[in-house]
């Protein structure tokens, strides 16, 4: 009986230092926040590597010849 008495009696002194007007997200959303930045981190540290891997060669623009048209690529035989 005495643990429950003890609770009721500290429960009105920690409503009194909670201030409505400054809530902050303490341990957890750091915690959470961290979390994510890791996995963001982590992420494009291996879309960066991905992205590297990636061997991209644009083809050249067909040249175009004097009448206007464009000149056929040669047949390789």
Known sequence: MSAHLALTQLVPFAA???????????VLGFVVFAVL????????????RH????????????AVSAQGGETPPAASK
């Open 51 to 62: 992205m590297n891997s990636i061997s991209f060669e644009e083809t050249p623009a067909p």
């Open 37 to 48: 930045a890791l996995a963001v981190w982590a992420l494009m540290k291996s879309m960066n």
């Open 16 to 26: 009194e230092e909670l201030d409505k007007n400054k809530v902050t997200p303490g």
